[in-house]
């Protein structure tokens, strides 16, 4: 996976569509089953921050298949 500085060197302006390294995580995490609070136990964040990341990399789906 590419972090975000990668991310941003190889497709530059649209770089801020890409999910953050933190989004990025939360999503790979529960795209393997885990609950918000298990990710958040594993990461070392609160639930609402996980939750928060979740709901960011969902907006950037949206804004990606327009």
């Known amino acids: ?4 500085n990668e991310r941003a060197e190889k497709y530059g302006r649209f770089e801020t569509y890409f999910l953050t390294d ?3 995580e939360c999503v ?3 795209a393997s089953g885990m609950r918000q609070t298990e990710i958040a136990k594993t990461l070392g964040l609160s639930r609402q921050r996980v939750s928060k990341a979740l709901k960011q990399a969902e907006g950037k789906q949206y804004v990606c298949e327009s």
């Open 1 to 4: 996976m590419l972090t975000s």
């Open 22 to 24: 933190r989004e990025a």
């Open 28 to 30: 790979e995490l529960a």
